[in-house]
């Protein structure tokens, strides 16, 4: 796999995640039951898109140094396209946790808990997923082709499928372990699983708590899916791809609660987010016959975002005549 990233490159990037990881975490209470003001989600948004920003600014600077002008330009520019690619589709992300949150009853000062442990995850799955699909892609070039059509098939139904409300009550997932595990009726605070007394012994119960963390994961590979080939239509570097889409996560969990109250505003945006994933499918599949500028990919993503955010303001938010949850 040809990279940019050096051995201490790897070390600084997943340096810098651990330490913003733990800041997170445990100074500002992150590991706590903690209910999460709109201000608070706004400065750690700004904090990690501005670490985001930051990292692309050394990357281009050492790049700039040591490989020339040309590679940093194009190498900054991947990183900033993969990056708002992750972060666009990510907001998906945002509206399925607020269905999950919803139909299960789960309070605010308790998601926090779901979401450290739903990020942490991801990263995770999103790091080996990354590392296997670039060595695939170095292997076998017309998975390229196969990563675009199911992107563009993706996109379309997206857009056809976004009014859709799924049935979590018949969610395959959740049947099977409410038919083979015992769980409780009610929360039990911030725990995944309680002990209780049954037939003079101790069983272990999973909690409402944990269902939910077990869908925020499934969720997460899901969209992981999605995502990862949407930025090897960028590029096919799995420094460039690991970082942007990390960093992207990492904001994640802050975007969700700065966005939990004012997402049904966003009537709009996945139409917005259908269209971006039929350019980067379309994009994929003509890799090898028309060669589209990487700032030319990324002021088509902007826009396409932009123009489904702004249009859903001037719509307003859809009419609440039929309730959005289910319970």
Sequence with gaps: METIGTWWMWAGFFGIVLVMLAIDLFVVGGGKQHRVSVKEAAIWSGIWVSVSMAFAG???????????????DQKALEYLTGYVIEKSLAI?????WLMLFSFFHIPLELQKRVLVYGVLGAIVMRTGM??????LITQFHWLLYVFGAFLLVTGVKMWFMA???PDLERNPVIRWIRGHMKVTDRLEGERFFVMKEEGGRMVRY????FLVLVLVE???????????PAIFAITT???IVLTSNVFAILGLRSMYFLLADMADRFSLLKYGLALVLVFVGAKMLLID?????????LGVVATLIAASVVLSLRRGPPSRSAPATQD
């Design 218 to 228: 499934l969720t997460d590979l899901i969209f992981a899916v999605d995502s990862i």
């Design 206 to 209: 999973l909690t409402p708590l």
């Design 237 to 239: 570097d799995p420094f």
């Design 163 to 165: 009014e859709h409300q």
């Design 58 to 72: 050394l990357l281009w600077w050492y790049l700039a140094g040591s490989a020339g002008r040309a590679v940093a």
């Design 92 to 96: 998906d992300n945002v509206f399925v």
């Design 289 to 297: 016959l028309v060669k589209i500028p990487i700032l030319l990919s």
């Design 130 to 135: 990354i590392f296997a699909g670039a060595w």
